[in-house]
């Protein structure tokens, strides 16, 4: 059972993943378990002060080194002692490396995580610098600021348990995800037939799977190739297109044209 412990202000946020969908059945199934600490509880200061104001002066205020060391060091001895021998260790931020589908396959394989989720204008540089010392990874889900790094969490967590198996019904459905061929997914639809004046591709309609299967293969190259060119590149990178695969591509390219 993958291990979760997360450090954050908010634990009440993380019902968003255990109360619902196909992450709360998963934990429900003890497919995953998630222990939640909060650094007010290892604060030692009269007032249980988490944060303070920046040296250098600024707006906001940022978080201090102790009550998150304190609490990080909790969540990871609970994590050996429930069994997880290295857990790995992640601080969401957006100065840290993009998640991408190739880091949650690998998350998905470790026995334990630990997350700490900033909030404020961040962590005190000093501790970050201790967790990376001890192998912590900084991880962004993207080019942009939160408020806080518990939704980055959620979104690892999400991403990741979906990886699990037995969480996902027919165990396929996770192997046609997006990216999963480092591709961006092909159309999908379901009834009615036609709506708004707008028929379902015919293929789809037509029961003969092999042609299903390559026009859901021409809809993924030619909408990776379209709208992410980028991921086409770093694909071909990797390998270069089938024969089969430029064809199709090249039909799309072309119905689109025609279009
Ligand atoms: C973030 C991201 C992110 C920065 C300051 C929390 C916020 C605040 N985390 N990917 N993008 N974090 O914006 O992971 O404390």
Do not use: C
């Amino acid at each position: 059972m993958l291990q979760f412990d997360v450090v954050t202000l908010f634990p009440p946020m993380f019902d968003a993943i255990t109360e619902s969908g196909i992450t709360g059945r998963a934990r429900e199934k003890r497919l995953y378990e998630l222990v939640l600490w909060n650094p007010r509880d290892f604060a030692t200061n009269s007032y249980r002060a988490v944060d303070d104001r920046p040296y250098g002066g600024g707006p906001g205020m940022v978080m201090m080194a102790e009550p998150l060391e304190k609490a990080v060091s909790a969540a990871r001895q609970r994590q050996i002692s429930a069994g997880a021998r290295k857990p790995r260790m992640l601080y969401l931020s957006p100065q840290g490396k993009l998640l991408t589908h190739a880091l949650v396959k690998e998350l998905a394989a470790e026995q334990g995580i630990v997350m700490l989720a900033g909030r404020y204008e961040g962590v005190d540089e000093r501790l970050i610098a201790r967790l990376q010392d001890d192998g912590a990874e900084e991880v962004s889900i993207g080019d942009y600021v939160l408020s806080g790094g518990e939704l980055a969490a959620m979104v690892v967590m999400d991403s990741v348990i979906r990886q699990l198996p037995g969480v996902l019904g027919d165990a396929e459905s996770a192997n046609q995800d997006s990216f999963v061929n480092g591709l961006l997914d092909h159309p999908h639809y379901t009834r009615p037939e036609v709506y708004e004046g707008t028929v379902v591709p015919p293929v789809l309609v037509s029961g003969n799977h092999a042609e299903i299967n390559r026009w859901r293969l021409k809809q993924a190259l030619g909408r990776t190739a379209q709208r992410r060119p980028d991921l086409m590149a770093q694909l071909m990178h990797k390998r270069a297109l089938s024969a089969d695969e430029q064809k199709l591509l090249d039909e799309f390219r072309k119905e689109v044209q025609g279009a």
